[in-house]
Every structure is written in structure tokens, then in C-alpha cells.
């Protein structure tokens, strides 16, 4: 008698061992996908940031009461804007320093008044590991907010500018700077750390006070 050919249970096994390679590719590209997807990479490289918001928030009080730390991880380095020559810039060329990015134009009236507080914050802080980074807002040229901040007395800040208002616009796709004067504590990971709406008094002691614990340093006596 002819033995019958087993053939039954192999495709059976065949069927599983494809089924767990094509659990184990889903898997593998369930992993790809939201991998770059921002929310667990933009954890991972702002842990620094993150901790200097714990930092600084026993510190948001006074002045800078409004200082909001911030609570999720949002990367920040692929806003741009233009420099003191016209030269692209992005918070990436700010990379190992902590920035004050603060958002302002002529025709905002907190805006005006809180540039010399700036100005003189640079003057006291501004280092190779810090610095104000005052973007202004105008449409058109150079000339009405550079003549404001000559009239002004403002010669610390650099000039920074954006008449196309794209960085406000990706701000607000981040759910960031509803209005003007936004100003943004950024890490040297170009992350944030904490936001403040409207003006502050940027060159008080409460104000140097919460960005040197942001920076791990003793504040100022």
C-alpha cells in the first residue's frame, strides 16, 4: 500500500513562519515610522531642556510671573529668520548657547517698551553661552525699526528680522507666539524652555534670576 505523501501540515507551518516574518516587518515598520515622527525624538534630544524648565520654574515669580516652563518637549531649531546682513539664519547656528528669542516690531507699543530691558540684558548676560536674539517683525525694510532702535539708545542687540512673518507662522503652527511680544528661553539643544506672552521687565534680578537657574548657574547677587 502507497503511503500517503504528508503534505498537509506544511503549508500550515508555512503559513506561520510567514505570518510571524510579516509581524515581525509590520512591527520592524511601525518602529521606522514613528521613529522620526517627533514626539519620541524630540523627547530624547531635549532632556536637557526639559530639566533646565524644572529649573526655572521655582523662579518664574516678580517680573517674569507669566514665564510659562514649558511641559512637552518642542524642538525649535528648524525656525529661521534672516541676520544682521540679510544672511539666512536658524536657531541651529545657536547651537551650545542659550537664546532669548524674542519676537517684536515698531508698530507693537509693549514691544517698544520693553527693547532697552533687552538691550541691557544682553549687555550683562550676552556671552559665548548666551545671548538675545531680538527678531524684528516690520514689513519692509531695515530702516524704520533700525532708526527706532538708534533713537532708543539700543546698541546690544544685534538685528535680526523677518518681513515675511514666516517664523511667526511656524510659531503659531507650534501653538506658540499668538501675539506680540512673544519671547522663547531656548536651550543650547535649540529646544524650549519656557515661553512668555507679552512684555516682561527683562533686565530685573527676577528675570536674570530665572535664566541663570535655566542655565545651571548661581543667580546673579
Known amino acids: 500500500m502507497t503511503k500517503p505523501t504528508d503534505t498537509g501540515p506544511r503549508p500550515k507551518r508555512g503559513l506561520v513562519a510567514a505570518g510571524l516574518a510579516g ?13 522620526p515622527d517627533g514626539n519620541i525624538a524630540t523627547a530624547q534630544s531635549c532632556t536637557a531642556e526639559m530639566a533646565a524648565a524644572e529649573a526655572a520654574k521655582p523662579f518664574a515669580t516678580g517680573e517674569v ?6 511641559q512637552n518637549a518642542l524642538g525649535l531649531n528648524e525656525l529661521t529668520f534672516k541676520g544682521p546682513d540679510g544672511e539666512a539664519v536658524s536657531v541651529t547656528d545657536f547651537e551650545g548657547r542659550t537664546v532669548l528669542l524674542n519676537l ?30 531680538a527678531v524684528n517683525l516690520d514689513r519692509g525694510g531695515p530702516e524704520k525699526p533700525l532708526a527706532f532702535l538708534e533713537e532708543i539708545g539700543v546698541n546690544r542687540l544685534a538685528y535680526y528680522h523677518d518681513s515675511s512673518n514666516g517664523l ?11 501675539g506680540l511680544p512673544t519671547t522663547i528661553l ?16 527683562w533686565a530685573s534680578d527676577d528675570a536674570k534670576a530665572l535664566i541663570n537657574a535655566a542655565m545651571g548657574t548661581r543667580p546673579n547677587a
Open 186 to 201: 531656548i536651550g543650547p539643544s535649540g529646544c524650549e524652555v519656557g515661553t512668555m506672552y507679552g512684555p516682561a521687565e
Open 104 to 133: 517684536w516690531a515698531t508698530w507693537c507699543a509693549p514691544c517698544r517698551k520693553e527693547m532697552p530691558a533687552l538691550d541691557q540684558l544682553e549687555a550683562e548676560l550676552g556671552s559665548s553661552d548666551f545671548e538675545v536674539v
Open 23 to 35: 509581524a515581525v516587518a509590520a512591527a520592524a515598520a511601525v518602529y521606522v515610522i514613528a521613529g
Open 168 to 178: 511667526l507662522k511656524d510659531l503659531r503652527t507650534k501653538a506658540r507666539a499668538t
Open 65 to 70: 510671573a507669566a514665564f510659562l516652563p514649558a
